[in-house]
């Protein structure tokens, strides 16, 4: 292997770059001379008192760590790859109550109780009120461009709705709630973008206000039992479930992991769509199946997570050590030549697609799947139903992010 071309201080984590572009040059750079490579960071910068991580780039080695939490822990350090430097670490080792930066066997227990919102039935019984829901929304941007000679902005109209509102449902929260719900995930996510003008401090206030909402919900749900996945967390007998407080951290999870990540694999699919227009013509007329797994594998929501080594090991050759940090890049795994042919063509078609858009597999493979292609499918039927003559009016607005591939704005126009 040869020594990469790089930039002296390159940081994949650098939330500038990120606002900026997804770098695809440099983890092909990666991909191609030194798949396991040592990121060098001053130390705190990223709220870990170290020097850097690896950065983990290529396919198979992002599935390897991912199936092996044995060697490389979720827990240690969490699974968010870059804070800010001012985090104390008491903010951090908080987090670890959240199930993604759990370990087995306290992850496998979680996981199995909080899986039972997420079965088929459990999908299924949601679809005919998200479908509702997605094409009441796409009719409201239709009104709102009707106003404005045309013109919306996607990512408010229509991309931020029903992913809270998929959230929303599955957890049973009243309609006159929701936009609390989503004005907490928000500022939870968004605390490096100063646009916002959001402190680490408010991210975490959003975060505890969101857990207090939560666990009032599980209380009622325990005094009073329904028909609902609350209930059937916190209040089963007999089958295990989860305290106040663990479920109060699971919505925080699907706060973020869920509505963040759907929000923007529905705002990069529809900027592909329409810098690829032969895709949304084909989308319009077939409606191919294979659609949201490319749309998922092309925005990879998630640019990486990370893991801690457990103990002195070997990746693609390379010596880590026990406590080193571990950045596995989905947007690079996602752009590996070695699985993906022409990787950087946008195809509705493509199959099979083994992404790596929701985890590598292992213990963190998203529990959400099965609902985020739902939600996918669902909206942009009704887009194409509704507005099938969209057509770009701007650049997408990117938001400033060490780890989240989002998009805060997107202008479209009806042609």
Not at 87 to 110: A, G, W, Y
Not at 212 to 237: F, G, H, T
Not at 365 to 388: Q, T
Request: proline share 6%; net charge negative.
């Amino acid at each position: 292997m040869r020594c990469p071309h790089l930039p002296d201080g390159f940081d994949f984590t650098d939330p500038d770059l990120l606002q900026s572009r997804v770098p695809h040059p440099e983890f092909a750079e990666l991909r191609g001379t030194a798949p396991v490579w040592w990121c060098a960071q001053p130390n705190g910068i990223a709220g870990f008192q170290d020097d850097g991580y690896w950065a983990v780039t290529r396919h198979a080695d992002v599935k390897y760590v991912s199936t092996h939490p044995e060697l490389f822990s979720s827990t240690t350090n969490t699974a968010v790859i870059r804070f800010n430097e001012s985090i104390s670490r008491e903010q951090i080792d908080v987090q670890k109550l959240i199930m993604l930066n759990m370990d087995p066997p306290e992850h496998s227990r979680v996981r199995q109780i909080v899986q039972r919102g997420f079965t088929p039935r459990a999908i299924r019984s949601l679809e005919n009120a998200l479908r509702d829901r997605a094409r009441s929304i796409v009719d409201a941007a239709l009104s709102e461009a009707n106003k404005n000679n045309g013109a919306f902005d996607f990512v408010t109209n229509i991309a931020v709705e029903l992913p809270l509102q998929a959230i929303a449902e599955l957890i049973g929260v009243p309609q006159e709630d929701r936009t609390k719900i989503f004005d907490w995930s928000n500022k939870m996510a968004a605390y490096d973008d100063p646009e916002y003008a959001i402190t680490e401090e408010i991210g975490a206030e959003a975060a505890m206000e969101l857990v207090s909402y939560a666990m009032n919900l599980a209380a009622a749900r325990k005094e009073c039992p329904a028909k609902d996945i609350v209930s059937q967390l916190v209040a089963a007998e007999g089958e295990g479930n989860l305290l106040s407080d663990e479920f109060g951290f699971f919505v925080i999870l699907l706060a973020v992991a869920g509505n963040e990540t759907t929000r923007n694999a529905i705002s990069h699919g529809m900027h592909a769509f329409l810098t690829n227009p032969d895709q949304w013509e084909l989308y319009k007329r077939e409606r191919p199946a294979t659609a949201a797994e490319e749309i998922v594998r092309w925005a990879t929501p998630v640019v990486a997570f990370q893991r801690t080594a457990t103990q002195d090991t070997e990746l693609a050759g390379q010596k880590i050590t026990a406590g080193d940090r571990v950045g596995i890049f989905y947007s690079s795994a996602n752009n590996d030549p070695e699985v993906f042919e022409h990787p950087e063509r946008f195809d509705i078609t493509r199959d099979p697609n083994p992404h790596l858009g929701f985890g590598g597999g292992g213990p963190h493979f998203c529990l959400g799947k099965s609902l985020a292609v739902l939600e996918i499918n669902l909206i942009f039927n009704a887009i194409a139903d509704v507005l099938p003559d969209l057509r770009l009016a701007g650049e997408p607005r990117r938001l400033r992010s060490a780890w989240l591939n989002g998009i805060k704005g997107l202008a479209v126009t009806r042609s």
